[in-house]
């Protein structure tokens, strides 16, 4: 039988936990729940997005950055 890694039995024992809480919740909490999880998530696509644009953009400041005449200010 083939075994699965140390960190995927953690997660799926976090997993497992987590449902766990969220079975003991009253019915009006879930709603909760999944807004924040709503949120978390969003968040999380949202920092992505930043710092693909971040990246994105890197090439286009360059030359911009580095200049002569802002060298003084790179040394600083």
Avoid: C, H
């Avoid at 644009?53 to 005449?69: Q, R």
């Amino acid at each position: 039988m083939m075994g699965y890694p140390k960190e995927s039995n953690a997660m799926n024992a976090a997993e497992q936990a987590l449902i766990e809480k969220i079975r003991q919740l009253a019915p009006q909490r879930l709603a909760e729940v999944e807004d924040f999880v709503d949120f978390l998530r969003a968040r999380d696509d949202e920092q992505r997005f930043t710092r693909a644009a971040a990246k994105a953009s890197e090439a286009s400041f360059a030359a911009v950055w580095n200049n002569d005449e802002d060298a003084a200010y790179d040394r600083m």
